[in-house]
């Protein structure tokens, strides 16, 4: 079965500093990924898809994922943050019937002036 | 940009009585899910609904959930017996294709309070 892990539960940086937020995935079968952003009491908001073609996915806000079939990766990337980023970060996968997806347990992005 | 709308954006209830969380979904979608998500915990599945029902249902999806497209425009949630544990965000989510596939677009959430 389809399941993502995200690998850090919080991560600080500080304002205008690139950041990483790390996505590893399982799949048996062909794979779409997605994340999602949560930002402070509000609902999820879709960040970016990859669905085939090229792995370097372009979304919303200046962030970027790259799939990495060979790491079994989906790594949210921005090369400068600001601190209207701060939100909680969740990267998913559909489950096997495709009639759900299925989330990581969430990294919160916190940014320091 | 077209919005999922869910009502209310809070709810306080006591325990063992049924709430009833709306939503309105993107008007030419056809999938409809409600996900929950219990404070500081992730988010989770509980329904898929398409062409007026359930697709799929969690484990979490008891007998005391139901969900219903009563008009051509609301999606409602109904706990009949809330639990103190039921307490949590509700997210409504719809999409134009089976959304697995490409994502759904999520409304703002019902933070439903148990006391």
């Known amino acids: 079965a389809q399941s993502v892990t995200q690998l850090d539960s919080q991560v600080p940086v500080f304002e205008e500093a690139p950041v990483e937020l790390r996505c590893n995935y399982s799949?048996?079968?062909?794979?779409?990924l997605f994340w999602y952003v949560q930002y402070p009491n509000q609902g999820l908001q879709l960040l970016l898809k990859?669905?085939?073609?090229?792995?370097l996915v372009k979304g919303i806000n200046g962030f970027e994922a790259e799939f990495n079939k060979s790491q079994t990766s989906f790594h949210l990337r921005k090369p400068s943050v600001h601190i209207s980023d701060t939100a909680e970060y969740f990267c998913?996968?559909?489950?096997?019937?495709?009639?759900?997806?299925?989330f990581g347990s969430g990294t919160r992005l916190s940014i320091r002036p | 940009e077209p919005e999922v709308t869910q009502t209310p954006s809070h709810q306080v209830t006591q325990m063992g009585q049924e709430v009833i969380l709306r939503c309105v979904p993107i008007?030419?979608?056809?999938?409809f899910y409600w996900y929950r998500q219990i404070l500081g915990q992730k988010v989770e599945f509980l329904v898929s609904?398409?062409?007026?029902?359930?697709?799929?249902k969690s484990e979490i999806f008891d007998d005391q959930f139901s969900v219903e497209r009563p008009d051509g425009s609301n999606f409602t949630l109904k706990i009949r017996s809330t639990k103190l544990e039921d307490s949590a965000m509700y997210f409504c989510?719809?999409?134009?294709?089976?959304?697995?596939?490409?994502?759904?677009?999520f409304g703002s959430g019902t933070r439903l309070t148990v006391v």
């Open positions: 990859y669905l085939s073609g090229s792995t």
């Open positions: 998913a996968v559909p489950y096997s019937s495709a009639s759900k997806i299925i």
């Open positions: 609904f398409y062409n007026n029902e359930i697709s799929e």
């Open positions: 008007s030419n979608h056809l999938y």
């Open positions: 799949s048996s079968v062909s794979v779409y």
């Open positions: 989510a719809s999409s134009e294709e089976t959304g697995g596939d490409y994502g759904y677009t």
